[in-house]
C-alpha cells in the first residue's frame, strides 16, 4: 500500500495522499519491528517502541516539508485518484484495526501498534473528506489542509508512544 499511495499521491498531487503513503511506509517497519520483540522482555518492547515514536515524528517532518512544497507550487490535486485510492487503503487499514483491536492492551508494543493503525483510519478518512471537497470547490485547500491535520495527528500519536517508552525504560524492566 506504500508504494501504491505514493505513486499516486505524486500522480494525483495530492499532499494528503503522499502524507498518508509515508504513514504506510512507517507502519510496515513498526509491524515488522512488533513481531520481532514479541516475546523478549519489557526493555527490549520499549526500546523498539521508542524507535517507533521516533519513526512516526520524523513522517511529520517529511509531510510538513512536502506541505510547504504544495504551498509554494500551487496545483489541484486529482479528487478521483485521491478518493479511489483512499478507499482501497483504508479498506486494508480497517482490516488491520479489527485484527488488533482485541490485543491493544496486551503491552506497550501493542499499543503503539494499535495507535498506528487507528491513525491510518482517521487518515484515510480525512484523505476521502479532501478528495470529495477538491473534487465539489476544484481547490487544493482541503489536501493541503489535511495534509497539515494529519503532521498535528501523528505528532500527537508519536509524542504519547516516545513518552511511554522513556517512561518504561527509566523505571529499569529487564
Excluded at 512544497?69 to 500551487?74: A, G, I, M, R, S
Excluded at 480525512?126 to 497539515?148: E, M, Q, R
Excluded at 501523528?154 to 529499569?172: D, H, M, N, P, R
Aim: aromatic share 10%.
Amino acid at each position: 500500500m506504500f508504494v501504491i499511495e505514493l505513486v499516486s499521491g505524486f500522480r494525483a498531487k495530492s499532499l494528503a495522499l503522499t502524507g498518508d503513503s509515508l504513514d504506510m511506509l512507517g507502519d510496515s517497519l513498526v509491524y515488522g519491528s512488533s513481531i520481532f520483540v514479541i516475546y523478549k522482555s519489557q526493555h527490549a518492547q520499549a526500546r523498539v517502541a521508542l524507535l517507533k515514536g521516533f519513526i512516526m515524528l520524523g513522517f511529520v517532518f517529511i509531510v510538513l516539508v512536502r506541505g510547504l512544497y504544495q504551498l509554494h507550487n500551487w496545483s489541484i490535486p486529482l479528487h478521483q485518484t485521491m478518493s479511489s485510492i483512499g478507499i482501497l487503503a483504508l479498506v486494508a487499514n480497517l482490516s488491520c484495526l479489527f485484527l488488533l483491536t482485541r490485543h491493544r492492551k496486551d503491552n506497550l508494543n501493542m499499543s503503539s501498534v494499535w495507535l498506528c493503525s487507528r491513525n491510518d483510519i482517521i487518515a484515510n478518512s480525512s484523505v476521502l473528506v479532501a478528495a470529495f471537497i477538491t473534487g465539489i470547490y476544484s481547490s487544493p485547500i482541503p489536501d493541503i489542509l489535511v495534509g497539515f491535520l494529519l503532521t498535528f495527528v501523528f505528532t500527537k500519536s508519536s509524542l504519547k508512544v516516545i513518552k511511554a517508552s522513556q517512561k518504561e525504560l527509566s523505571l529499569g524492566i529487564n
